[in-house]
């Protein structure tokens, strides 16, 4: 998790949607990981777990939020790792 660019993180979000629940045990360690990347891309992962419809992009976004605070989403032309 955390790792390489936004396509290979997007496969692996569904990879593990396709897991389901059985992947929450890892995700959910994951999600407290001192690496900001794995933490941002598990708490994606596990959105998009809770919420199939939910885009990649956008439960990255809320996940960024979560772990480091609104003043540090994403702004338009603004690319964070």
């Known amino acids: 998790l955390g790792r390489r660019g936004r396509d290979t993180q997007a496969s692996l979000a569904r990879a593990f ?3 389901g629940r059985a992947a929450l045990p890892i995700l959910e360690r994951s999600r407290r990981a001192a690496d ?3 933490r941002i891309h598990a708490l994606a992962v596990i ?3 809770a919420d199939p419809d939910l885009r990649f992009d956008e ?3 809320e996940a960024r939020r979560a772990s480091f605070g609104a ?3 994403p702004r338009p032309g ?3 790792p």
Do not use: G, M, Q
Request: hydrophobic residues 70%.
């Open 78 to 80: 603004l690319h964070l």
């Open 59 to 61: 439960a990255v976004d």
């Open 36 to 38: 900001a990347r794995v």
């Open 17 to 19: 949607a396709s897991v």
């Open 71 to 73: 003043h540090l989403a």
């Open 47 to 49: 959105a998009v777990l």
